[in-house]
């Protein structure tokens, strides 16, 4: 393997051959899960919906289609991103052909599949919507030219991964001759056209350079030096020292905010984009063992958690970064909080340390389910902390039945499915996640019973192996407490371990689910809205509530002007909401619970909560300083809030 040098401030590192480095962990096949209970109702409704519809078969997966003959991205659109929905649409139903071993999805997907080349692939390897293939970006000589789109390569890099999964589940050999003809084609493109990729796209490169993931995929698979070549250069570009938001890696050892690199940074910090490249990059470190590119990923997951966490347990600020942290209008793009679950997912297969399942955890009940509607054909756009209703995400760049984010969500489960569990390099079997599930791993099963996390009883995790296995069980870190067959026990870096005999084991497992108050600090956002959203971003503020309100207007005035205080049961982050029986004014308007002092108890509440609009309903008593205390209704905080109606109040802030 070549070496290439990487200039970062003073420092300067020649990097040496490297070989590549093993995974720590070993996820399970998508094919040998299942999901249980309400996860597995959740996961069972989008595959119907979104799948196995007749609208997802017709009119969904024929307007995907279309967008190759219109051309509207670049003949109407002018930079439009119709050429994602394909390859997003057909890496969903890869997914779901994989989880559910349907071989009749896999036949239905390959005759699709070769019938789209046949019409769309030209002879060179061009397969994208936009009728202009040179149109790579703006017009240098254009004043504006940063903010005219390009996503050429962006669209293509999906309908490329989708190609290349497409041969992974099924063998088909067409699926990844086409994959490596965009691929040369792409090459042969940029060389012929004097360009690297940070200089096509959007923001400086950023959206095209996110095909490094898929791009490391087919060099796995083939091992030709081109790609490995094109790979290198788009690592040596984000490595660079240069003063533009393209350079990611480079950027990552900096000591001031993501939202503090940029001039601009409600223009530059895209979120998707950014998390999408360091997904890549953890690929490329797993292919190269390239230390720098390592330490470099790791130290953007610094800055992601401590600027980045939003209230609803994941990263960003609408679909920007801007230091998140510090606000309490929280809100988050869907896309976001599925690559920042597997961004997660890479660091802890790469690691084996529990910290990443923690955070795949919240993300996944919170801010994830909150963002899917109830019957799983569509989903959000921006996922909010507090209001009436999430920005369900409306048909977008000239389409009827696509949008980005529920486009993408269905990934998510399968994500989740594969996160249940794992083998470690020494041989311990781990079991990550506790909702309801069966897992086939290596020789062994492992069942999951018990309702996690909205139940109140135990878990019950039973082991079937052929020989004696050890089972690593995680120890969530905001369970203070931990016991196995009614013996506490104590965890060692988020990990307790069962021994189990060959045969049939069970342990019964039990967490701490008391509630916990969860401080907010958090500048106040409530400022007089602007007229028209400023992309410099110098007020942040301003910024949440311009789209505190936007296609939500009977959200005006509820910009919320401090901090306050979350609720966490379990993983859960609890809410108040309309669906949950607490009345509008407690829900948006009650006196903060934060500034010490306060305690929170939990009981079950109505005896048919389904009246409610809800499965769960607790009572939440808040016992605070002077003998104050009252009694709210709440549910867990994606219950009460993935409704989209306008007269649907709710909030996790207490």
């Given at each position: 393997m070549k070496s290439f040098a990487v200039v970062s401030g003073s420092f300067v590192s020649v990097l040496?051959?490297?070989?590549?480095?093993?995974?720590?962990?070993?996820y399970p096949a998508l094919g040998d899960v299942m999901l249980c209970g309400r996860a597995g109702r959740a996961v069972d409704a989008c595959i119907q919906s979104r799948v196995d519809s007749s609208w997802a078969r017709g009119?969904?997966?024929e307007e995907a289609?279309?967008?190759?003959?219109?051309h509207w991205d670049d003949l109407r659109g002018g930079g439009g991103w119709q050429n994602e929905y394909w390859g997003k649409t057909m890496l969903c139903f890869a997914g779901a052909a994989e989880y559910t071993g349907d071989p009749s999805l896999q036949r239905w997907m390959l005759e699709k599949t070769h019938a789209f080349l046949d019409e769309f692939q030209q002879p060179n390897g061009y397969l994208s919507t936009y009728a202009k293939e040179d149109f790579l970006r703006a017009h240098p000589e254009d004043p504006d030219a940063k903010r005219h789109w390009c996503h050429n390569i962006w669209g293509r890099k999906y309908t490329f991964w989708a190609l290349l999964e497409l041969h992974r589940i099924t063998g088909d050999a067409r699926a990844l001759e086409a994959a490596q003809k965009m691929a040369d084609h792409l090459i042969a493109q940029l060389k012929r056209l004097g360009l690297t990729l940070d200089r096509t796209g959007a923001w400086n490169g950023i959206s095209s350079m996110s095909i490094l993931k898929p791009l490391l995929e087919l060099n796995r698979l083939t091992r030709k030096p081109q790609?490995?070549?094109?790979?290198?250069?788009?690592?040596a570009a984000l490595s660079a020292e240069k003063s533009d938001p393209g350079a990611l890696l480079h950027n990552a050892f900096r000591k001031d905010k993501i939202c503090d690199w940029y001039p601009e940074p409600g223009f530059w910090a895209k979120s998707y984009e950014i998390l999408s490249c360091f997904e890549g990059l953890a690929e490329y470190y797993r292919q190269t063992g390239n230390r720098r590119v390592w330490d470099g990923v790791n130290a953007f997951h610094r800055h992601?958690?401590?600027e980045e966490m939003n209230p609803m347990g994941a990263v960003g600020l609408f679909d920007h970064f801007l230091n998140a942290a510090n606000h309490v209008n929280g809100m988050v793009e869907l896309c976001d909080v599925v690559h920042w679950i597997r961004l997660n997912r890479e660091l802890f297969s790469l690691t084996g340390e529990a910290r990443y399942a923690d955070m795949i955890e919240e993300s996944f009940y919170n801010a994830f389910l909150a963002g899917v509607t109830r019957d799983g054909r569509w989903g959000a756009h921006i996922i909010r902390s507090h209001g009436t209703r999430h920005l369900f995400a409306p048909p977008q760049t000239g389409m009827t039945e696509h949008?980005?984010?529920p486009d993408n969500m269905m990934r998510t489960y399968f994500d989740w499915a594969q996160s249940l569990a794992a083998e470690h390099a020494d041989g311990a079997l781990l079991l990550l996640q506790y909702c309801d599930s069966s897992i086939r791993l290596s020789d062994a099963s492992i069942a999951v019973r018990g309702g996690y996390p909205w139940s109140d009883g135990?878990?019950?995790v039973t082991l079937d192996t052929p020989r004696p296995r050890r089972l690593r069980l995680r120890v969530p870190a905001w369970s203070k407490t931990f016991s196995v067959n009614g013996i506490a026990c104590r965890s060692k870096d988020g990990w307790y371990e069962l021994s189990a005999p060959s045969g049939r084991s069970a342990w019964t497992l039990a967490f701490d689910l008391s509630p916990r108050i969860v401080e907010w600090t958090a500048r106040e956002d409530a400022l007089p809205p602007s007229p028209q959203h400023d992309n410099s971003v110098t007020d942040i503020g301003r910024y949440t509530v311009h789209f505190m309100e936007w296609y939500t207007p009977e959200m005006r005035g509820m910009c919320r002007t401090a901090g306050a205080a979350r609720i966490l049961r379990g993983p859960l982050v609890l809410a108040k909401g309309r669906a949950a029986g607490t009345d509008r004014d407690e829900t948006l308007n009650a006196t903060t619970v934060r500034g010490g002092g306060w305690r929170a108890s939990l009981r079950r509440g109505a005896d048919d909560p389904q009246s409610a609009g809800v499965e769960d309903v607790w009572m939440l008593t808040l016992s605070g300083p002077h003998e104050t205390q009252k009694v709210v209704p709440v549910s867990d905080y994606a219950s009460v809030s993935n409704i989209d109606n306008p007269s649907n109040w709710f909030s996790l802030w207490f």
């Open positions: 040496c051959v490297a070989q590549p480095v093993s995974d720590v962990c070993r009119a969904m997966y289609v279309t967008a190759f003959r219109t790609y490995r070549k094109l790979a290198d250069d788009i690592v992601l958690v401590a949008q980005c984010c135990p878990v019950t």
